[in-house]
Each structure stands twice: as C-alpha cells, then as structure tokens.
T-cell receptor, first 112, second 113 residues
C-alpha cells in the first residue's frame, strides 16, 4: 500500500496567487482530513470529509480556503488568494476506523 | 483556545533512560487519546492510544498513562533510544465525534548518546 499521497511536496508562490494542494487517501478509507502545522499552533484540523461529504469545516481559517473531495480517491485544498501568513506545512490524513489516522508526507507551502 | 496542551516544547534524555512526555487537556468530553510521532519531512505516525475506560496501555517500550481526574496523560518510553528522537504529538477525540482529533503543539524529544 502506497499510503497517503500528497502533491506537491513543496510549493513556493507569490502573495495573491492561487495554490492547490492535492491528496490521494489510502484506498478503502472513508474519512479524509486536512491539517495545517505551524510552530505556534501545532497541528490544526482544517476540514474533514466522511464518504466524500464535508462534515466539519470549522477549522478553515477564511473564505480564501476551500476544499473538495469529488471522489473517494482524491481531494484538493485550495487557497485563493494566498497570503504570507498561509505559509505552513499542510497534511492530509485518511482513516477507515474511528480514531487512527494515517498521514501523508505533507506539503510545505511558502508564500512570498 | 488550546484544548490539548503540551507545555514542554522540548525534552532531552540520555540513551537508556526513561523519557516522559506530558499532555493536559481541558475538555472533559474527550474520551480517547492518542500519541503520534513525527520525524522531519514526514507525516505524523500513530504510536499508541488509550480509551478513557482505562488508565494504562502498554506496547513494548511505550506506555501511556491516563489520569482522568487531573485531565492529564503521559507517554513513557523505556529505555529511550536515539531513534526515538522526534516530535511527539498528543491528540484527543470526543465521544460522538470519533473521527475528529484535536492535537497538542508537540514536544521535541532528543535522545542523546
């Protein structure tokens, strides 16, 4: 099993540009999570999906952030327009059980 | 409002000794707790968990203790090994929202030779 796949691994962009992060969950997992990691706040849950349906997006910081899961094997997190304070590592995780989540390697986003 | 707190950002322990990582939580609705380990440039990986109906869970060198009255849990690693050097995250979930985990800010453990 390839595990959770995220792309790109690194993204450097300029303020105001649109950024799209991608995630492929583990096959058979029915829950998908997007997290953001920063030094100050640690790992924050942004949004999670169950059976492709968004269940809780209360962690999405602003309207500039949006997430979609068009099918069971793909999800995107989009930031438009991006700002320097969005610089962080973004993780995607998936789960087939109540609690244990399997994380991808993360995307390190730098907004200049 | 940090509902899960890891007040020690870093910890240094000598190889072979015990490492104790602490975690406090404020929400009494949390009923399941997990520890994740993270190496640089990798995603967190699940280490060990404990349900609120227990006060201890052991897996090899790793033991998690839960004190519900104090809203405190700890992870003990005995003996500590250099490969244990990583960032450790504590996480918690509430009954009825089993999929949603609330993470602490992490503790960086360094095991020295």
């Amino acid at each position: 099993d390839a595990g959770v796949i995220q792309s790109p691994r690194h993204e450097v962009t300029e303020m105001g540009q649109e950024v799209t992060l991608r995630c492929k969950p583990i096959s058979g997992h029915n829950s998908l999570f997007w997290y953001r990691q920063t030094m100050m706040r640690g790992l924050e849950l942004l949004i999670y999906f169950n059976n492709n349906v968004p269940i809780d997006d209360s962690g999405m910081p602003e309207d500039r952030f949006s997430a979609k899961m068009p099918n069971a094997s793909f999800s995107t997190l989009k930031i438009q327009p991006s700002e320097p304070r969005d610089s962080a590592v973004y993780f995607c995780a998936s789960s087939d059980s109540y609690n244990e989540q399997f994380f991808g390697p993360g995307t390190r986003l730098t907004v200049l | 409002d940090q509902q899960v707190k890891q007040n020690s950002p870093s910890l240094s322990v000598q190889e072979g000794r015990i490492s104790i990582l602490n975690c406090d939580y404020t929400n009494s609705m949390f009923d399941y707790f997990l520890w994740y380990k993270k190496y640089p440039a990798e995603g967190p990986t699940f280490l060990i968990s404990i349900s609120s109906i227990k006060d201890k869970n052991e897996d090899g060198r790793f033991t998690v203790f839960l004190n519900k009255s104090a809203k405190h849990l700890s992870l003990h690693i005995v003996p500590s090994q250099p490969g244990d050097s990583a960032v450790y995250f504590c996480a918690a979930s509430k009954a009825g929202t089993a999929s949603k985990l609330t993470f602490g800010t992490g503790t960086r453990l360094q095991v020295t030779l």
